[in-house]
């Protein structure tokens, strides 16, 4: 719902900040005083196009902001989270139209495009007015009204993932089909392509197992002369290392018999002499494995050549070699069997062309059930709200199929959406003798108004748009039928925040909260303004718009009446 709206520097408004109720709110005014001002900032803030016209004398930019409470709002919530802004509760709708700069939209204080907005206000809010934010007016909305009043959703759902695997289905055999020749002319590239990598064979790792074992071969000369040498000095030089702890140690055991403050030295000593003979146990151990195979050396040699070559020619790693190894041995494989697998796809997508076709079928037939019900129902509203002899039909067709996009039902084809082998939509006759047409070109503004609100009665408990605002409803109508439209405005309220603007009594003294838009003057300008009515206000404007200015004891007592007449 519609929490507040603001509005800065717009048109004949200064500066306007109101707070609209749950329910039915309506809005009066004399002519001229700026009720429509409103009704189109709703529109710009909502998407609409923008022009610096708007802007006040005398101000560089206007803004018109709403704050609407969007809790439970699935849709809306979706669709910030798809776009990657914040949700809260109370979500910051913005619109910045100026003379010095771009013009500017925000949502939750983040920059979005126009498109977004739009997108986002047609899952906030219907405006029936003069503009064309009018989602009834719109034949492809009308399936979907449909389908929410009948309550089928999880049929919708079935059919809709069937679909989508029968459009999938489709691109592989389109895939496959335009593949075809190029495979065939490939795959002797291919042919040759594998052969030369399965004859090397390269292994994941292998590359740098090969290096290491090579870097060891290539320095076995080295390795072999330097653990020669070391082994030498440790062991088996006249001057060795182990000889020289061996005297050593023997001295030292002397000296700790003669003085015990040698002993830890003399053991110190036989722990080195540990030491060195264990390393020289290893480096002898070490030498003793050494091979000096020239012919390993070349072998290995020629391996990594072989690899480095693949390298070169395949991606610059053993992993993308093998990677294009798969996906041509892939595709080789395909390129022998394109044919099979081309007919086992057909076979695959007639079977699914069936079945999307008896879910669309079922779908169909719940559609033409469904149609009837708000035949009837909408019929008997338009009466109530004074068109004398309605005609209103939700027209479902549906047409033979060919080329790709259609499912079979039985031994027919039908042209099919992500929705199902229909296109639905609203027709209408307001007048006698005449037959019914497409609600687009049907009917002049007030009864566009009073058709719409048949429709939003009748689709109350489906449709999930929030805020319904009407403008001028009551073009047309007087008296008792006013007294009706009232009456319905009032029960939709029971389903949606509404906002209606009106000149009659009868529909404003049904409403929950209600507004009065003036102008006054204001340093020799005009400006106007919107203030929420107390009850005894609302009492004195009531009993104004039944007998003028001049407010009598009985058009209070009148207006009282009305008002006391909602229960």
Do not use: W
Not at 85 to 104: G, Q, V, W
Not at 215 to 242: A, F, G, N, P, R
Not at 258 to 272: G, L, R, V
Request: glycine share 6%.
């Amino acid at each position: 719902m519609l929490i507040s709206f603001e509005l800065k520097d717009y048109a004949l408004i200064e500066h306007i900040n109101v707070e609209f109720g749950k329910g039915f709110n309506i809005i009066t005014g004399e002519t001229g005083a700026g009720k429509s001002i409103l009704i189109d900032a709703m529109g710009l803030l909502l998407g609409g196009r923008a022009s610096t016209d708007v802007i006040r004398k005398g101000a560089t930019k206007s803004i018109v902001e709403g704050i609407f409470n969007v809790e439970g709002n699935k849709k809306v919530i979706n669709l910030l989270k798809e776009n990657e802004i914040d949700y809260y509760p109370e979500l910051i709708l913005r619109r910045e139209i100026s003379l010095t700069s771009s013009n500017r939209c925000f949502v939750n204080d983040t920059p979005v495009q126009l498109l977004f907005v739009k997108a986002l206000g047609n899952h906030l809010v219907d405006l029936h007015g003069q503009h064309e934010h009018q989602s009834l007016l719109h034949s492809e909305t009308h399936i979907d009204f449909l389908d929410e009043f009948g309550n089928y959703s999880d049929l919708l759902d079935e059919y809709r993932n069937s679909y989508e695997n029968l459009k999938k289905i489709e691109k592989e055999i389109l895939t496959l089909s335009e593949s075809e020749e190029t495979l065939k002319e490939k795959k002797e590239i291919y042919a040759y392509q594998i052969n030369e990598i399965d004859n090397i064979d390269p292994q994941d790792g292998e590359e740098e197992r090969l290096n290491a074992e090579l870097k060891i071969i290539e320095s076995s000369e080295m390795l072999d002369s330097l653990t020669s040498e070391i082994y030498e000095t440790l062991y088996e030089s006249e001057q060795s290392v182990h000889d020289s702890i061996v005297k050593i140690k023997n001295g030292l055991n002397e000296l700790s018999g003669i003085d015990k403050a040698f002993e830890e030295s003399s053991n110190e000593a036989e722990t080195i002499l540990a030491l060195v003979n264990d390393i020289s146990y290893f480096i002898r151990s070490y030498k003793s494995r050494i091979n000096i195979d020239h012919s390993q050396i070349e072998e290995l040699r020629n391996r990594l050549g072989s690899i480095t070559m693949l390298k070169k020619k395949y991606g610059g790693s053993i992993k993308s070699i093998l990677a294009h190894r798969k996906k041509i041995g892939n595709e080789f494989d395909l390129a022998d069997n394109v044919a099979e697998k081309l007919n086992e796809l057909n076979r695959n997508l007639e079977k699914q062309r069936a079945a999307a076709g008896s879910l669309a079928k079922n779908i169909s037939d719940k559609r033409k059930e469904t149609a009837g019900k708000i035949r009837k129902s909408i019929t008997e509203s338009l009466k109530n709200l004074g068109i004398s002899n309605p005609k209103f039909q939700a027209r479902v067709i549906n047409e033979s199929g060919d080329g790709n996009n259609y499912v079979t039902v039985d031994t027919k084809s039908y042209k099919c959406s992500a929705k199902g082998i229909d296109t639905v939509e609203f027709i209408i006759s307001t007048n006698l003798g005449e037959d019914p047409k497409p609600l687009v070109k049907v009917a002049s503004g007030g009864e566009i108004s009073r058709i719409m609100l048949s429709l939003k009665s009748t689709l109350a408990k489906s449709d999930k748009l929030p805020l319904l605002i009407f403008d001028e409803i009551d073009v047309g109508v007087s008296g008792r039928i006013a007294q009706k439209v009232g009456h319905a405005l009032r029960e939709l309220a029971a389903y949606h925040q509404i906002i209606a603007i009106t000149h009659l009594p009868q529909i404003a003294g049904l409403a929950d909260h209600h507004y009065k838009v003036e102008k006054s003057p204001r340093d020799k300008r005009v400006v106007s303004s919107i203030v929420r009515l107390t009850e005894e206000e609302r009492i004195e404007e009531i009993a104004k718009l039944m007998s003028g200015e001049e407010v009598t004891q009985e058009g209070i007592t009148s207006a009282r009446q009305l008002m006391n007449s909602i229960n």
